[in-house]
């Protein structure tokens, strides 16, 4: 029997190897620290889809990777969590793309770096080969670090009939996507982000719940604002409005996964069709899932254990 297709999703954007830091001391700059150091593979897209697949969606991933050391590894370890890589773009000579981060002793970041060059070799054309799988998928998440044409050419492609949601994944790409905002299913900023895509400020609630409004009325179909410890703020066009958390996590391992982790479970209760209460659990203990691993993708995350996370630290 044939998969239900509400349960396909495509994701296009960024696969990379990530390599993290975590401080053993307080950090002393421009120095050598102490600390613990781990390599896993990673990119916005690519760690949603992981984690998608880790809680049994169907997950097909479209990207670039280089026939290097780390596209390889690229390759390997995402089919072996369950991701479909058989249409990623493998470019002969280019370096995979890479990301390094630097977390203090508490877990929070204090310094990120990429070269995603790679990235720029995805192209209009090479989505128009993948069209069919666009169109017939229950929805498609993808992130901002994709040039703005290959953006505007995937809206284009998925049209009326697949929702699109996006990352913006910081300030920067935000202002690159800013004028595309309007024409997205469902976007997921944290709060400096959505100051950027709504031209306004968002610093409390009330100003969160203003610029929310300010993107629904351009267009976009849904908006969640991840807000760290403090949950999420949710609208949508059909009226819905709300602030939702779960209890904060005092033994935060690494936050760096946490966003990619909330947007799967929020992509996954989408397609699932669920109640938008318990679909913004889902997404915030998805959330929590992550943190709890030094990885960015939790190994253990699962449907089961975000459903008990959910129980766990409700409020």
């Given amino acids: 029997m044939s998969e239900p297709i509400q349960r396909w999703i495509v994701g296009v954007g960024a696969a990379n190897v990530d390599i993290h830091g975590r401080s053993r001391n307080a950090i002393v700059m421009r120095d050598s620290n102490p600390g613990y150091l781990a390599t896993s593979v990673g990119g916005v897209t690519r760690n949603i889809l992981e984690n998608l697949a880790r809680q049994g969606v169907r997950a097909t991933l479209l990207s670039a990777v280089g026939d290097d050391l780390f596209g390889n590894m690229i390759v390997c370890d995402s089919e072996k969590a369950g991701v479909d890589l058989s249409r990623v773009l493998r470019v002969p000579g280019a370096v995979s793309s890479s990301y390094v981060a630097i977390l203090d002793e508490r877990g929070d970041m204090l310094l990120g770096m990429s070269d995603m060059r790679i990235i720029e070799n995805l192209s209009g054309a090479y989505l128009e080969g993948n069209s069919a799988l666009l169109r017939e998928a229950g929805a498609i998440v ?5 040039p703005c044409p290959v953006l505007e050419r995937l809206l284009e492609i998925a049209g ?3 929702p699109v949601l996006i990352d913006p994944v910081s ?4 202002r690159r996507m800013k004028p595309l905002a309007g024409r997205f299913h469902a976007i997921k900023p944290n709060e400096l982000e959505l100051s950027i895509l709504s031209g306004l400020p968002a610093n409390s609630e009330a100003e969160i719940e203003r610029a929310c409004e ?7 179909k849904s ?3 991840s807000r760290g410890d403090k949950g999420c703020y949710y609208a949508d066009a059909a009226g819905n ?3 939702r958390a779960l209890q904060p996590i005092r033994n935060m ?3 760096t996964g946490a966003g990619d982790a909330f947007m799967a479970g929020f992509a996954h209760g989408l397609v699932d069709g669920l109640p938008v209460e318990e679909w913004l659990d889902y997404a915030l203990a998805s959330g929590i899932t992550a943190i709890l691993s030094l990885t960015t993708i939790n190994p253990a995350m699962s449907d089961a254990l975000v459903r ?8």
């Fill in 160 to 162: 009326q009939d697949t």
């Fill in 171 to 174: 300030t920067a790409y935000a």
């Fill in 214 to 220: 300010a993107l629904l009325n351009r267009g976009t």
């Fill in 241 to 243: 409005r709300m602030f």
């Fill in 253 to 255: 391992v690494n936050a």
């Fill in 223 to 225: 908006v969640a604002v």
């Fill in 142 to 146: 993808c992130d901002a670090c994709l």
């Fill in 308 to 315: 008990e996370n959910m129980k766990r630290y409700r409020i």
